[in-house]
């Protein structure tokens, strides 16, 4: 069964979500989501890869962590975590964190089949279970950020748990992607909504309640939401299309990717 089937999913609905319900929901969509996701996107991450995008982009070219050898680095929203087993063979000190039961028990499981094992915890990104300066770098490759009713939150609870000089690097839906619909065809090319609208986009069961929520934050809110939580932003990354890359992973296509950015990275760094 899918997820929706899972999970009741009956309507999509345009209305405000609290952090509560919005956590609810995330846990619940990607514990029901987990062996679907993988199975379909696996071989996109990679079991020992560090994927920022799916334009492709990876750690191992980009180095938007810098030098991780000896880091203690904090994954947020890892999923399957294929990225801090990345960094575990690079030779940092990774935790993974997710907010999925399931998604932490696939982690789990192929570190046991890749033998590269590193530390997991269950905890929202809103809310981190470590104590001040415990990390050296931070990062989410499409992780916690997106789904979370408060991401200015997020960005003083990974300032709080980074030492002096800490790098923080977040990946997210480029915002301008929320003008339109998560169609990787020409459909995909029309502006269905304004950019300016910050309404959750909330799918709900039959008594109202969500099942899967997303956020949207422009830019200018993104950028404000580090500078308040005491960070400096070093760099914006707007990864572009790869030339002859034909993978079209859910609304990311060649097409639209020749068009406009998919993706933003903000490199970020605590004083």
């Given at each position: 069964m899918s997820a929706e089937e899972v999970l009741g999913t009956a309507a999509v609905a345009r209305r405000s979500v609290d952090a509560a319900e919005s956590e609810r929901a995330s846990r619940a969509w990607w514990d029901a989501d987990a062996a679907d996701y993988l199975a379909e996107h696996g071989g996109d991450i990679g079991d020992l890869d560090?994927?920022?995008?799916?334009?492709?982009?990876?750690?191992?070219?980009?180095?938007?962590?810098?030098?991780?050898?000896?880091?203690?680095?904090?994954?947020?929203?890892?999923?399957?975590?294929?990225?801090?087993?990345?960094?575990?063979?690079?030779?940092?000190?990774?935790?993974?964190l997710d907010l999925s039961g399931a998604m932490l028990a696939h982690a789990a499981a192929l570190g046991e089949r890749t033998g590269v094992r590193?530390?997991?915890?269950?905890?929202?990104?809103?809310?981190?279970?470590?104590?001040?300066?415990?990390?050296?770098?931070?990062?989410?490759?499409?992780?916690?950020?997106?789904?979370?009713?408060?991401?200015?939150?997020?960005?003083?609870?990974?300032?709080?748990?980074?030492?002096?000089?800490?790098?923080?690097?977040?990946?997210?839906?480029?915002?301008?992607?929320?003008?339109?619909?998560?169609?990787?065809?020409?459909?995909?090319?029309?502006?269905?909504?304004?950019?300016?609208d910050r309404t959750p986009y909330v799918e709900v069961d039959d008594a109202g309640a969500a099942t899967y929520v997303e956020h949207h934050r422009t830019l200018g809110d993104r950028v404000r939401d580090v500078v308040a939580a005491g960070m400096v932003l070093l760099?914006?990354?707007?990864?572009?299309?790869?030339?002859?890359?034909?993978t079209v992973w859910g609304q990311w296509s060649p097409l639209r990717g020749a068009l406009f950015p998919g993706t933003a990275i903000f490199v970020c760094e605590r004083p």
């Amino acid at each position: 069964m899918s997820a929706e089937e899972v999970l009741g999913t009956a309507a999509v609905a345009r209305r405000s979500v609290d952090a509560a319900e919005s956590e609810r929901a995330s846990r619940a969509w990607w514990d029901a989501d987990a062996a679907d996701y993988l199975a379909e996107h696996g071989g996109d991450i990679g079991d020992l890869d560090f994927v920022w995008c799916p334009e492709g982009l990876r750690e191992a070219d980009a180095r938007l962590l810098g030098d991780v050898r000896g880091r203690s680095v904090l994954e947020v929203g890892c999923g399957s975590a294929p990225c801090s087993r990345w960094l575990a063979t690079q030779g940092a000190r990774p935790v993974a964190l997710d907010l999925s039961g399931a998604m932490l028990a696939h982690a789990a499981a192929l570190g046991e089949r890749t033998g590269v094992r590193v530390p997991l915890v269950q905890a929202g990104a809103e809310r981190l279970p470590f104590g001040d300066g415990t990390f050296d770098v931070a990062c989410s490759a499409f992780g916690g950020v997106p789904f979370v009713a408060e991401p200015d939150r997020v960005m003083r609870e990974v300032a709080r748990v980074l030492r002096p000089g800490g790098r923080w690097v977040f990946a997210v839906n480029h915002p301008m992607r929320w003008m339109f619909s998560d169609d990787p065809g020409p459909d995909g090319l029309v502006v269905q909504q304004s950019y300016f609208d910050r309404t959750p986009y909330v799918e709900v069961d039959d008594a109202g309640a969500a099942t899967y929520v997303e956020h949207h934050r422009t830019l200018g809110d993104r950028v404000r939401d580090v500078v308040a939580a005491g960070m400096v932003l070093l760099d914006l990354v707007e990864p572009e299309w790869p030339e002859g890359r034909e993978t079209v992973w859910g609304q990311w296509s060649p097409l639209r990717g020749a068009l406009f950015p998919g993706t933003a990275i903000f490199v970020c760094e605590r004083p």
